[in-house]
């Protein structure tokens, strides 16, 4: 019988996960002079570097340039033509450093913060197992805390013929390196229109298939109504309120067959399913502390996982903000409150023993932006959400067209705003952009909702001329203008 060596090791923090969140856990905590180390079964960098943000972004970013230069008179005719879709996959896997992480061991070297390769489980308070690839087992103590930011994983519905049909989920395709003649979308979230975007730019024929009634549901209602049409304009077929009912591929290979409610059949040559994200939590030990085994983590507003004192859920997993720069907000945070709690800060009878360690951005001011043509961006609340909340709002909209900048970036912008308004105290409860290069107006709204900064203050807030922030004159002067229906 062969006996299994396990070898023990002690640190103030051990972080399961090693995606952009696990990391600035790391890096908050040991900045505070903690020692830390971090175990990661796949690649450091996580799902964000490798099969989402990154290579998504590298695969759009030639897709919007064209598109915005095809609207500039004089430039126009210099930008006809397809993409290189061999170019284009060139530098998206340049980006995402040929799936290769030596830039991220370098950096963990660099400060001194130990990386354990393999699977790892908890296994009882305090403690984390892993086992290596190459057999070799490693057990690590924390004397402070065990933060899991093991992110999501891609959904696939429980649908006949499906995993027979062997579809793509996100990381198939941020990493495919063949455009498919005809692609089949299914969901009409962020990853389904965003991913409708680039491979229809790239050369495929786009059909989605979207069960609601609208592209991006969680934007306020115009956004996903300008999405569609523009895809539609450009020959993509955008079908909603349909009902995936089987998917049949033959051997496993040749076309797909989606088969609609109803029996319609759509045939393509790749799937996508973009229909959602599941926590990765079936098989990290969570049983041997009383948790639910492949559940989403509660947490408190410092991270900490509702009814222990030493586990953190950070990122992803926790469910509360699905987006790379909510989860590295929620590090910084919950690094904090790791570090002020080692230093004695406070008890767990404390309720709020982080002090200002508090995640309140999550609640109330996500930012998102959506790298479709023409962009969405959006952060807060929309106005339904607002008044689901029982505020007293108006919304204040704006054709972003009326904005000398907007005709200068682009001939004939079309492009929309809104700003949702609390009645009561005059701040911003949420703001909306929809239209070309709107993802980079999104941070000013993101500090006024988020510093809840006085509509009277905003006025002084200048935006340069002629720049497409001038929209934010417009939606003060319409906000100005308007009855107060109250
Ligand atoms: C197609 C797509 C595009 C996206 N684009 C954007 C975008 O533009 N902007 C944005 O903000 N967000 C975007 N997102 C969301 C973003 O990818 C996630 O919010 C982000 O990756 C979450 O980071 P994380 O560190 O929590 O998890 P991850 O990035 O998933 O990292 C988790 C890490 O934990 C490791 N791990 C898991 N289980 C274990 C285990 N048991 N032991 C050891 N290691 C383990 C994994 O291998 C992984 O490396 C996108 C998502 C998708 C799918």
Redesign the pocket.
Known sequence: MTRTVENEHEYDVVV???????ENVVDRVRAAGLTAAI?????LG???SYW??MP??ALLRPVLARSDARKVPGLREAVYGPLDALDVFAHRDETVGHWKDDGQVDWLDSIGVPVYRG???VRGPRRVAVDGPEGEHHVLTARHAVAV????RAVLPPLPGLTGARPWT?RE??SADRVPGRLVVVGGGV?GV?MATAWHALGSHVTMLVRGDRLLPRMEPFVGERVAEALRARGADVRTGVSVEAVVRDGGTGPVTVVLEGGETVEGDEVLFATGRAP?TDD?GLETVGLEPGSWLDVDDSLRVTGTDWLYAV???NHRA????Q?KYQARIAGAAIAARADGGGGSEDPAPWGPHAATADHAAVPQVV?CDPEAAAVGLSLAEAERAGHRVRAVDVDMSSVAGAGLYAHGYRGAARLVVDLEREVLLGATFVGPAVGELLHAATVAVTAEVPVSRLWHAVPSYPTLSEVWLRLLEAYRDGADPA
């Not at 699905?322 to 720069?325: E, R, W």
Request: aromatic fraction near 2%; charge should be negative; glycine fraction near 20%.
């Open positions: 399961l996960g090693a995606g952009p969140v696990g175990v990661e079964a796949e690649l996580g799902e964000c989402a943000c998504s972004k699977h790892g489980r930011c093991i992110g999501s996100s395709a941020t990853v965003e990765r990290i990122g992803d997993v699905l987006l790379t720069h989860g790298f």
